[in-house]
């Protein structure tokens, strides 16, 4: 099965998986369909199969070959998929010049335009590229962030090669490298973040001294994962600048300050306050009417007004209530709000 899927199914993203379930199940749509337009009951399918012709036949297996292709993160099911909707589109426009704005070429365009997006999320680079590239590889199903890290990795004899990461992602990262390398083999990886990080790692890309790594973990909720994840999110996704009153409680203590940024996972308070690294704190504020509290872990302190800041210290949620509406908020804000590097 491995060589059939080299690439798992939570690994895939769910755009895809749904569009490449979609093409595989085309057949049991295309059953129901023609039972019903031939006013048939589903039972009698000796009536349906001989209303197919030889055409439908074709489609509906190059539809399966396709899906299972797109799901397996082939390259021929990936140009045979974009000139299947390239077709689409052509055929769209046909009809468009034949039939005019007609019942049956509005449900024709309404494929087309299914067809011309599909055509755009296959030709986003994080998802053409596992199907373009000469070494299996996953796809970045979320974000990867450039940051230069240094590392080191270590071969099954003990020698020992250098690397800067040029972007991390929690699943793997693209470093270049101080040394030569080969590809398909696993090593043992050390990165330098807060703490001591080590994991498996196998090498899924090489261009020149530049390399792919993917991180070999022991399923989903590998602690390791999660404190790679944290690092980064902790220290590197984008803050959102947005000044809103917060309290923050600290040993029974209670103390107002004013919220500069905020991100997904913390939020940066302008205070005078001096509480240390890494104690907990309750914390409130409200966004848009809303109101978020939970437990958080001071992350860094700017006891000297650095990086364009006032004085002050961020926050790492630990808890939040209502994560879910927290989100929704993170995504609106996005849109309206400028972002703030961070400098760390």
């Known amino acids: 099965m491995k060589k059939i899927f080299p690439v798992s199914f939570s690994n895939l993203p769910i755009p895809l998986l749904l569009i490449g379930t979609f093409f595989v199940i085309v057949p049991i749509i295309s059953y129901f369909a023609t039972a019903n337009e031939i006013r048939v009951s589903p039972v009698d399918y000796m009536a349906i199969f001989k209303s197919f012709s030889l055409k439908n036949y074709a489609l509906n297996l190059l539809a399966v070959v396709v899906g299972l292709g797109l799901l397996s993160v082939k390259r021929w099911a990936y140009i045979v998929f974009l000139i299947f909707n390239g077709l689409l589109i052509l055929d769209g426009l046909y009809l ?31 998802i053409s590229t596992p199907y373009l590239t000469l070494i299996p ?23 020992q090669i250098s690397f800067t990461t040029i972007d991390v992602s929690p699943g793997g990262c693209f470093a270049k490298i101080e040394g030569n390398i080969q590809g398909e083999d696993e ?22 001294q530049n390399i792919g790594l993917k991180f070999m973990y022991f399923g989903v909720s590998d602690p390791l994962k999660k404190e790679l994840k944290d690092f980064l ?7 959102y600048n947005i000044k809103v009153n ?25 205070t005078e306050t001096k509480i240390p690294k890494n104690e907990k704190v309750d914390y409130s504020y409200k966004l848009f009417g809303l109101n978020f509290h939970g437990i958080g872990r001071i992350s860094w302190i700017n006891e000297e007004g650095s990086y364009h800041k ?20 993170i995504r609106i804000i996005m849109y309206f709000y400028s972002t703030d590097i961070r400098e760390r």
């Open 233 to 239: 999110e902790s220290k590197l996704l984008p803050r």
């Open 246 to 270: 917060a309290i923050i409680k600290h040993e029974s203590k209670e103390y107002n300050c004013l919220v500069l940024n905020i991100s997904k996972s913390g939020c940066f308070l302008a």
């Open 310 to 329: 006032p004085k002050g210290m961020g926050i790492a949620y630990e808890s939040i209530n209502n994560r879910l509406v927290y989100s929704l908020v």
């Open 96 to 126: 468009l010049f034949k039939y005019g704005t007609t019942v049956k070429f509005l449900g024709n365009m309404f494929i087309t335009l299914f067809a011309f997006f599909f055509i755009l999320y296959f030709l986003n680079k994080e």
């Open 187 to 208: 090593y043992n990886l050390n990165l330098e973040i807060d703490s001591p990080w080590q994991v498996k790692a196998k090498v899924v890309r090489i261009n020149g």
């Open 137 to 159: 590889r996953g796809f970045r199903k979320k974000w990867r962030i450039a940051i230069p890290l240094k590392g080191i990795l270590t071969d099954n004899l003990g020698n």
